[in-house]
């Protein structure tokens, strides 16, 4: 075992205030009022927040920490922190301090991020309130507080919030649920997430060339290279060492935040690779994804490379999503969507099934809504993502036997199928009772589903908070039900029946990407919205305000608001890239040209001059690119007066059409000119690292 290896138990988790280090640190009262708190919601007091406090600081310490933060996730999609030492002053001296109101409340200015109309610009305190459910940790010689945030009056103005009043929402029904089933008192629920992270390394050197990658994350411009991903060599290949040593160092950085990376390789597009953790707790995962987003980049940077995590920073090849694989976990029961070995007789996990199925269906509208970004509007539907049609994949076997229930049959099981690929030296082994289906925007894959329209550079709490909540106004209604019966199995298996025969459109197993499914899904009348801002406003759909705020996730006000800043952010992205776009034209993309056939002209001439041969080659080319030059020219002319048109338009969604629409379409419409320059225009001319440059650099 090599000396790296050995370290790896050692350095886990070293920098985070977890449960063994305060089961070292806290007094035992103290250490078991704390846990009561995290684990019952029970009220910190402000003798255990002091203890909690100075044993906090005093590891922090002993870290080299010199400043706390109280780390929390506005709606901006990423993170925020206000850094204050531990330095107050006592006697003409100073000494480290810190307290339990400081550990528990935080006041950072409110009046700058986004809050959707809840806050007018002036009104500035805003408060950060400890989660003591996620560890603080250190970071950069900084003690890090996982935190929510809301504003003075109240107004959740954060994901944090109301991702874990999801999951006490969801708690508190499958509660109900099991109860049914004999379930002992004590018992919690969590769900458990993990996030797979795709991304994009490329060479720090071509990205500062690059000024469309450094204003907006993606290529505004780039020309088809002579080869991109079409031997799928790239996908699982070996990983190059200059990456190796980036994911190694990686690793070291987020295990020492306890953040349990497992699975790394090379995805499909040149430049593109992925990472993977271990299941956590909803609420956990989402903080350590945040990092380990903000990591990936930071480490980039110590190898003189640069991390991107836009959802599609190259047309032409595969963009970055972020599977977001999600399960419901008791303490008592396990997994709740484990099959067992007949999950035909499984009436509690055919429950929760039908549960799932019930709620995807009838919120498809809120699960597409929780994905909309203008960055993720490029990858959904593309040949690495599966389409803006919500479905559910659950494979031949559980379909067989939710069919069988429906019709009154008896399930026909299969035995397991052994493989056997017919070499007598290789093992043989079982195989699994479902395929996977890359193509399915939700699929089962075995004890959890596959959430895979999240993008790549998303927050997953938008996600989580949508799942838990549908799953859990389903289980409410089948509660009910099942509460008042006399015959539980009779209830249950009828619930079953009707959930699959009213629900089963939303079922399917075949290929997402082809024509023929696009036409079924319409005949199915299925939530299939392209865009991002035809999406956004079905978050305020009555029946959407119904369910958030029944379940005390959201208020009316705080979904309007939010519906609000995500139309805002669509329309702002937009504007960044058409400007940028506008801004690369006018000073580099017309400048190389005129200067490229500026030089043609003057060699035609001299050739003419010297009566040396026809000029075909050098006149076809001045002909070709002068003429798209004042085609690009003319279009970018055009994107101006529509950029000074959109000013105009007040009301947001209207506005978020405009730019989704008539803006981007005219975008479209430079790229393609600009992409037929480049492919013409001698390499020294061209002011930019071409895509082949880029994605074949490290």
């Known amino acids: 075992m090599s000396v790296y290896a050995k370290n790896i138990p050692e350095i886990f988790g070293s920098m985070v205030f977890s449960d063994k280090v305060m089961r070292e640190k806290l007094p035992r009262d ?37 400043h706390f933060t109280h780390w929390f996730q506005p709606l901006t999609g990423i993170t925020a922190e206000k850094h204050d030492s531990f ?231 595969n963009g970055s999503g972020k599977h977001n694989n999600w399960s419901i976990s008791s303490s008592a029961n396990g997994n709740l969507f484990e099959p067992g070995d007949s999950p035909e007789k499984n009436a509690q996990f055919l429950l929760f099934l039908s549960a799932v199925i019930k709620a995807v269906d009838n919120y498809a509208d809120l699960l597409r809504v929780s994905v909309s970004t203008a960055s993720n509007d490029h ?146 009348n299925l939530c299939n919205f392209k865009t991002a801002y035809e999406a956004i406003p079905r978050f305020k759909d009555e029946k959407n305000i119904a369910l958030f705020t029944k379940h005390m996730i959201f208020t009316k006000e705080e979904i309007e608001s939010r519906c609000e800043v995500m139309l805002e952010n669509y329309i702002k992205t937009i504007n960044i890239e058409a400007l940028t776009m506008l801004d690369m034209v006018k000073k580099d993309i017309l400048p190389a040209a005129a200067a490229y056939v500026g030089d043609l002209t003057d060699n035609v001439l001299k050739k003419k001059t010297l009566g040396i041969g026809t000029c075909e080659y050098e006149s076809s080319l001045i002909s070709k690119l002068s003429g798209l030059s004042d085609l690009l020219y003319r279009k970018s002319g055009e994107l101006d007066l529509l950029l000074i048109e959109a000013r105009s338009i007040e009301q947001t969604e209207a506005k978020a059409q405009y730019y989704g629409k008539t803006i981007f379409e005219k975008m479209c419409e430079i790229r393609m000119a600009a992409d037929e320059i480049e492919s013409l225009t001698a390499s020294k001319y061209w002011p930019y690292p071409v895509y082949s440059d880029i994605l074949f650099s490290v």
């Open 379 to 524: 990858r959904l539907g593309a040949s690495e993502a599966p389409p803006a049609i919500v479905s559910i994949f659950l494979g031949t076997e559980l379909t067989a036997i939710l069919e069988s229930i429906e019709n009154g049959n008896c399930y026909d099981k299969k035995c397991e199928s052994v493989m056997d690929i017919g070499v007598s030296v290789l093992p043989h082994f079982p195989k699994d009772n479902t395929d996977r289906n890359r193509t399915s925007p939700f699929a089962f894959t075995g004890n959890k589903f596959e959430f895979r329209m999240v993008g790549s550079s998303l927050s997953i709490a938008d996600a989580n908070i949508v799942i838990n909540t549908i799953v859990a106004e389903e289980l409410s209604k089948f509660a009910d039900i099942l509460e008042k019966t006399d015959d539980l199995n009779a209830a249950i298996t009828e619930i079953v029946r009707t959930t699959y025969k009213n629900h089963k459109r939303i079922i399917f197993n075949g290929d997402g990407y082809s024509a023929e499914w696009q036409e079924e899904a319409e005949r199915r």
């Open 87 to 317: 330095i107050e002053q006592s006697n003409g001296s100073v000494i480290m301090e810190f307290t339990g109101k400081a550990l528990i409340q935080g006041e950072p200015d409110a009046s700058s991020f986004p809050s959707g109309g809840l806050r007018a610009t002036f009104e500035a305190r805003g408060y950060t309130t400890w989660d003591p459910s996620s560890y603080a940790f250190i970071k950069e010689k900084t003690l890090y507080i996982p935190t929510a945030f809301c504003s003075y009056s109240g107004q959740v103005l954060d994901k944090k919030t109301p991702l874990l009043r999801s999951m006490e929402a969801l708690e508190r029904q499958v509660l109900r649920i099991l109860a049914l089933f004999g379930s002992v008192e004590g018992v919690s629920v969590k769900t458990t997430v993990g996030a797979e992270q795709e991304y994009f390394l490329i060479d720090k050197s071509m990205y500062e060339k690059r000024k469309d990658l450094r204003m907006c994350g993606r290529t505004l411009f780039g020309a088809k290279p002579p080869k991109g991903q079409e031997l799928e060599d790239h996908y699982f290949g070996s990983i190059k060492t200059r990456v190796k040593n980036f994911m190694e160092d990686l690793n070291q950085e987020l295990w020492k935040l306890g953040i349990a990376t497992k699975t790394e390789h090379n995805e499909v597009a040149p430049g593109q690779h992925e990472l993977a953790p271990i299941f956590t707790t909803t609420n956990i995962a989402c903080d350590h994804n945040q990092l380990t987003m903000e990591m990936m980049k930071k480490v980039a940077a110590r190898h003189d490379l640069v991390c991107l995590l836009h959802e599609k920073p190259f047309a032409g090849v």
């Open 30 to 66: 103290t250490y078991k009022a704390l846990k009561k708190t995290i684990e019952k919601g029970s009220l910190l007091t402000t003798e255990v927040a002091n203890a909690v406090a100075a044993a906090m600081k005093e590891w922090a310490l002993e870290k080299g920490a010199t």
